[in-house]
């Protein structure tokens, strides 16, 4: 069993919008931040040079946009904090990648690189046509 569970992802045309969900199933305790990068087509699974999209603090209240989605995207978390969202706008063909969920290393340090995330789900698939 996963720690994280991603879904929300599917086929959409440019322009489109999609919300991508993300849950902690509990088997991650503690006030981790979270976020989102995604791995595009054709590239190896080595998350190190995966694209950053984004964090979020356990409060919700920081968060950090990375340029690969800067403008076109918004990390939330729910009520419960143990689900984070990504919603993204205006989508592009280039955004066609598996998007992954993400945990922080450290409790009081939000991730902007990829090193600093050091849990993630399975991914979710979204493919945005032209």
């Known amino acids: 069993q996963v720690p994280l569970v991603e879904s929300g992802g599917g086929l959409v045309q440019a322009g489109d919008s999609l919300t991508l969900s993300c849950t902690n199933n509990?088997?991650?305790?503690?006030?981790?931040?979270m976020g989102w990068f995604r791995q595009p087509p054709g590239k190896e699974r080595d998350f190190i040079d995966a694209?950053?999209?984004?964090?979020?603090?356990?409060?919700?209240?920081?968060?950090y946009y990375a340029d690969s989605m800067k403008g076109r995207a918004t990390i939330s978390r729910g009520n419960a904090k143990n689900t984070v969202y990504l919603q993204m706008n205006d989508l592009k063909v280039e955004d066609t990648a598996v998007y992954y969920c993400?945990?922080?290393?450290?409790?009081?340090?939000?991730?902007?690189?990829?090193?600093?995330?050091?849990?993630w789900g399975q991914g979710t698939q979204v493919t945005v046509s032209s």
């Open positions: 694209d950053f999209i984004a964090a979020i603090d356990w409060s919700g209240s920081s968060t």
């Open positions: 509990g088997r991650i305790t503690g006030t981790f931040p």
């Open positions: 993400a945990t922080g290393r450290a409790p009081n340090r939000l991730p902007t690189v990829m090193t600093d995330f050091g849990s």
